[in-house]
């Protein structure tokens, strides 16, 4: 065969031995990886991208009539159901003889698994064919990473039994996991929209096998009960008032005595508020905001680059705010009934990060344009309440403000 005319042709080419596989499930796997081409090069709407590929493949391939050919239209079909075109495509008179089993598979169980900080969830459900030539019981495994906001990989494969002993084991030898029975309203939920924000990322995960399974999953994801809508609202942002209390409920806390917080005073008091402040500024910047969700990698994205980004720290601030952050994530492990392990490896990750804390904070290497700017404005000694002195400053240093944003 020469080089293939049109990308459809090249995909009957890749497609050439489907009528020849095993069962449906092996056929539905390879149109998923055959679809993960066109997710990967999609810019953004990697979904709508490849339900419109699918339309326009089985419009272009209607007139061809090879067990290859009308195979894979199948099996494109049954992946990608709401495709244009779709709902009228019929086996061929040479389809295997599992063709008829495509898509057609019941729900065998369902769980879920993850890290008792919160910083990721894994769902896993468990599938079988209506009859047993359509292939073996399969598992789809969906990670949602909660400080990330996706979903951040997924897989499909077997055996089933294999996949769920494999993460009954893992999560039995580590007392920072866990692992239960999971509603499947609340998978198909979850996971579809953490999955959508995947989609829409101008530049996918690196490594799994996102791309390759992501038609299969969504296939799958449709089969499950829908959740209810009210589950998903809108974050609403602490009060005034509500951050004011919890803040005065810390300070009254054990956490905060222990680490020398409850008797500051005098002029050190409006940093340790300052500092306060911007935990739960921090917090709120996550999908799925929680005041409370602090674990190493969380303690680790706020000291060690958000608060660089973000916020101008005088040498006070900077001398507080491990110490803040300590006693904070020490609360909010204590209030959301983690064990003593979890809490201390989260503290002992924390006390580890000082020495880079304060390098980036002397170096300033993490800042933003912006806060570099206002860092400067300080460093000079300018008010920023002062208009007149602020214009002064921003017309003396227009040059050089110029070439940070270029």
């Known amino acids: 065969m020469g080089t293939p005319e049109t990308p459809y042709d090249a995909v009957l080419h890749a497609a050439r031995d489907v009528a020849k596989l095993d069962n449906a499930l092996d056929a539905e796997m390879l149109g998923a990886a055959l679809l993960g081409s066109v997710y990967a090069v999609a810019e953004t709407g990697r979904e709508v991208a490849v339900r419109q590929f699918v339309a326009n493949f089985l419009a272009a391939t209607a007139r061809r009539r090879t067990a290859s050919a009308t195979t894979i239209r199948s099996v494109f079909a049954a992946l990608v159901p709401d495709a244009v075109g779709a709902d009228r495509v019929r086996p061929g008179a040479t389809a295997p003889a599992w063709s008829g089993q495509l898509g057609r598979v019941r729900l065998t169980g369902c769980w879920a698994y993850g890290d008792v900080y919160g910083d990721q969830t894994s769902y896993l459900a468990t599938f079988a064919y209506d009859d047993v030539a359509g292939g073996p019981e399969h598992a789809l495994v969906a990670l949602v990473d909660h400080n990330i906001g996706i979903t951040k990989d997924v897989f499909v494969g077997g055996p089933a039994a294999r996949v769920i002993d494999q993460v009954r084991q893992m999560c039995s030898e580590d007392d920072l996991t866990w692992f239960r029975e999971e509603e499947p309203a609340r998978m198909r939920t979850e996971v579809g929209r953490h999955l959508a924000v995947t989609d829409d990322l101008s530049e996918l995960p690196g490594e799994g096998s996102l791309a390759t399974d992501r038609a299969l999953v969504g296939a799958r994801l449709a089969l499950l009960p829908p959740g209810r809508t009210e589950a998903v609202r809108a974050y609403e942002p602490l009060t005034a008032a509500e951050r004011t209390d919890l803040v005065r409920r810390f300070l009254a806390a054990p956490e905060a ?143 050089r403000l110029a070439d940070d944003g270029a």
């Open 257 to 399: 005595a222990r680490f020398g917080l409850d008797t500051i005073d005098g002029a050190e008091l409006a940093s340790l508020h300052f500092c306060i402040s911007l935990l739960l500024d921090h917090a709120a910047t996550f999908t799925d905001p929680d005041p409370m969700r602090w674990s190493p990698t969380v303690s680790g994205l706020f000291l060690l680059d958000w608060v660089h980004r973000r916020a101008v720290l005088d040498m006070d601030d900077a001398a507080l705010l491990p110490r803040v952050l300590r006693g904070w994530a020490a609360y909010a492990s204590r209030k959301r009934g983690l064990s003593e392990q979890a809490a201390a490896q989260t503290d002992a990750a924390i006390e580890e990060m000082v020495p880079e804390f304060a390098r980036l904070y002397t170096t300033g290497e993490r800042r933003s344009p912006a806060t570099a700017a206002v860092a400067q404005l300080m460093a000079d000694g300018v008010d920023p309440d002062d208009p007149a002195a602020l214009d002064a400053w921003i017309e003396a240093n227009r040059h």
